[in-house]
Nanobody, 114 residues
């Protein structure tokens, strides 16, 4: 059974940082590209960042380039999203997903507000 358990979200002030984690199970983690998505209130879910199965091939949405960093720990079957210099417009629920795997976790909410 495929599972994604996201954690690390919360309320943070503008300019602050958060590190999101996603623990994956139920599939061969090291063989899949991993992705972070987000869904803001009233908006469609969008792709934020991706990382290839070897840890190379990182890509980012233009809106987060230079502020977000995606990484993965193959031994822990975990993917991370380091988010720095946070702005209110990144407020959303963040989800991780493996490319080609039709399953979503519950997500972790991120709120950036003063």
């Amino acid at each position: 059974q495929v599972q994604f358990v996201e954690s690390g979200g919360g309320l943070v002030q503008p300019g602050g940082s958060l590190r999101l984690s996603c623990a994956a199970s139920g599939f061969t983690f090291i063989m899949y590209t991993m992705n972070w998505y987000r869904q803001a209130p009233g908006k469609e879910r969008e792709l934020v960042a991706s990382i290839g199965y070897t840890g190379d091939g990182r890509t980012y949405a233009d809106s987060v380039k230079g502020r977000f960093t995606i990484s993965r720990d193959q031994a822990k079957n975990t993917v991370y999203l380091q988010m720095n210099n946070l702005k209110p417009e990144v407020t959303a629920v963040y989800y991780c997903k493996a490319s080609g795997v039709d399953s979503w976790g519950q997500g972790t909410p991120v709120t950036v507000s003063s």
